[in-house]
């Protein structure tokens, strides 16, 4: 019966820490042809493609799309810089920075683990220490923007002290790409990868990654080949960059999204699209905060695409996630690992970050909690409040 059905999903507003909505000129792009994968056309579109990769991810060096969602960028990344039985240096203060300990234990690797709080980021003075604590340590991998926990890495001493020893810094910005600077020439970022459901507004399905030229030459320099065949960056680069080469086949309809979604932030200037990150956060803070609801992260730290906030005593968070989802179409986070239960995170990625989807969310948010019984303000007014002291009215 279902099969003589149109397929049907639901449009949802994805408001929490990933997928996020995808531009709808992103969705039309992928429903062109597909070429073939020699295709001269196809050179154009992987030419675009660095170039407007490399001016998100800050680069003059070679950044392209790996064939798999975020974590196959962080597989990549790990499995392709590292050799077997080797220290890496890496941030554990949310779920993803445990997840990338874990990828390098299955690598091989030796994790030396940098931990801080969930809601905490990691002190460059950690990474100091790592540097005593393992004499051969070459390898430091931070999260930039933990999705999990709602925290902002600094970056600014820490890349100077992996400078310092001579190391490679490998930074996580699934979250931070297109939302955040994500800045790897100037932070000197040796391999750097993202994913394009969150602030890019494309649909899950590739993993951009940037690699520095010493990233590139120590991977020529492996000891031993990488494990994985299909992430081995050299040979992925034998197809990249010439298309002359078969390793498998590039996904070619994400790649006419990720170009979509590349211009539309060309179109929008990165300062703008960061200022629009920074201002509609503080909206929704404020709004949250004249609720009457606590923030999990210091202000100094926090994301502008990701918000975690303290669910109240009183609320029942499946029951209030719930109700957002069927009353009003809305879906955000709730914690994970060591904040289940203890936080909603709310996502603000991309084209998702405007004023109408956060007065939205802060009026269902108070209707779901007043209708749930827990006491709550309204946070509208101090949200609009916002937009009006920086000129732009909702
Ligand atoms: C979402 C996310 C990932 C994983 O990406 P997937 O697309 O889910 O594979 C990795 N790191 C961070 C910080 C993320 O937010």
Redesign the pocket.
Known sequence: MRSSQTFHPPTRLLLG??PSNADDRVLRAMSAPVVGYFDPVMLEIMADIQRLLQLVFGTAHKAFPISG????G?EAALANLLEPGEPVAIGVNGF?GD?MRQVAERAGARPVVMEAEWGRPIEAEQVEDAFKREAGLQVVAL?H???STGVLQPLEEIHEIVRSHDAFLLL?A??SLGGHPVEVDRHGVDLCYS?T??ALSAP?GLAPIAVSPRTAARIRARRHPVQSFYLDLALFEQYWGTAKFYHHTPPVSFYYALLEALRIVEEEGLQARFDRHRQNQAALVAGLEAMGLQMHVAPAHRLWTLTTVRIPEAANDAAVRRRLLTEFGIEIGGGLGALLGKVWRIGLMGKNACPANVLLFLTALERVLQAEGVPCGSGTRAADHIYRKAGSPA
Do not use: C, I, L, N
């Open positions: 820490p990933g969602t975020g974590t196959s962080m993803f997840r999260v923007a933990e999705t996580d699934v979250t994913g459901q969150k899950p």
